[in-house]
């Protein structure tokens, strides 16, 4: 076993503090990592805290993690010593089923996520990214293209990938009204991806504030979702909205943007039930939809799609000293626009 170091949430009521674990040994068909960034995703928040009550602690938290590999098994043929890789948010998939499902694996029984969870051995914990360094299983390592910088990468692994996967699946692209509801780690990638597959992109925001950043990523429009007026105007408008929010919104008035046949998606997982009048969504044959994260297949997709168009985070940098008062940071919004953990800082 190797010993890595690392912070961790011992309990939901105390800051997360450091921590020292043990890693598996390598097995023929595993990648060893040394983690250089892994960025802060609001669901570590959710589950340090135990607010989805499916907390196990002790916890490491980080599923947006970018490293260089230093070992590889016997078995690997994909990756060498010295490659730029990432890792997302699970480390194996479909332990359940016959074949594993490449394209819908995040769907399918006996996802193994990369924290907060264990193996397929039923017994062994994952310890996520706030850490210098993990063992995962070869196909579920991910190459970084070499022009992405490791620090604005890593939140692609969580952040850029919520976003690509609804935009692929509901055909965003020339001739299609997007709008992304939210402009913070989620959202700003939804602009940034949107956008270079062509669509036309709208941000719905509660205020103003951040729309130079908005129409610099690549929005055309920009409203004030606290302005009644905005919904008025634009009402019947779009193809597709992502909903990157967690908080609670008037949601039939969001469905009331959408024109016939359109489909609103949820990726931001509010905390109470969501309430839809059923006439929100009959005459206009609208849609209301979820998505969540993207298959390891699609995921490689998104960062040869970022590589190919040079899309990568807007982030802060910080010291992992300072994870707490990050996390009481992104739940004010004050970030722009993903906290990324410099590891090296660990050896301070």
Not at 139 to 151: A, E, H, K, Q, R
Request: hydrophobic letters at 40%; glycine letters at 10%; one cysteine or more.
């Amino acid at each position: 076993m190797a010993i890595a170091r690392g912070y961790a949430a011992t309990d939901a009521s105390k800051p997360l503090e450091p921590f020292t674990f043990e890693r598996r040994e390598p097995r023929e068909d595993d990648v060893v990592i040394a983690i250089k960034y892994s960025g802060i995703c609001h669901s570590d928040i959710h589950q340090a805290r135990n607010e989805w009550g499916n907390s196990r602690f002790p916890m490491v938290p980080g599923h947006e993690i970018a490293g260089v590999v230093t070992a590889v098994g016997s078995k690997v043929s994909k990756f060498k010593v010295g490659d730029h890789v990432g890792v997302g948010c699970f480390v194996d998939s479909c332990v359940h089923c016959q074949t594993r499902d490449l394209d819908n694996e995040q769907y399918m029984p006996g996802l193994v996520q990369t924290y907060n969870d264990v193996e397929a051995d039923g017994e062994t914990p994952t310890y996520g990214g706030y850490s210098d360094s993990i063992v995962v299983k070869e196909g579920y390592v991910l190459s970084i293209p070499d022009n992405l910088p490791l620090d604005k990468a890593a939140p692609l692994l969580c952040a850029g990938i919520t976003l690509y996967s609804p935009l692929a699946h509901w055909k965003a692209g020339p001739g299609k009204k997007v709008a992304i509801v939210g402009m913070g780690g989620l959202g700003h990638m939804g602009v940034k991806i949107g956008a270079a597959m062509g669509a036309d992109i709208t941000v719905l925001s509660q205020s103003l504030s951040k729309k130079d950043d908005g129409l610099k990523f690549g929005a055309k429009d920009y409203y004030a979702t606290s302005d009644a007026e905005t919904f008025k105007k634009l009402a019947g408008t779009f193809d597709l909205i992502i909903c990157t929010v967690s908080a609670g919104i008037d949601w039939n008035a969001y469905l009331g943007l959408l024109k016939v046949d359109g489909t609103m998606v949820l990726v931001g997982a509010p905390e109470h039930p969501v309430p839809v009048h059923a006439f929100a969504l009959i005459p206009g044959r609208r849609s209301l939809a979820g998505s969540m994260i993207g298959s390891i297949k699609e995921t490689q997709e998104m960062l040869d799609f970022c590589g190919k168009h040079n899309i990568a985070a807007d982030v802060e940098i910080i010291d992992i000293k300072d994870v707490n008062t990050a996390y009481e940071r992104v739940l004010k919004s004050d970030v722009r626009y993903r906290f990324v953990i410099d590891i090296a800082t660990l050896a301070g």
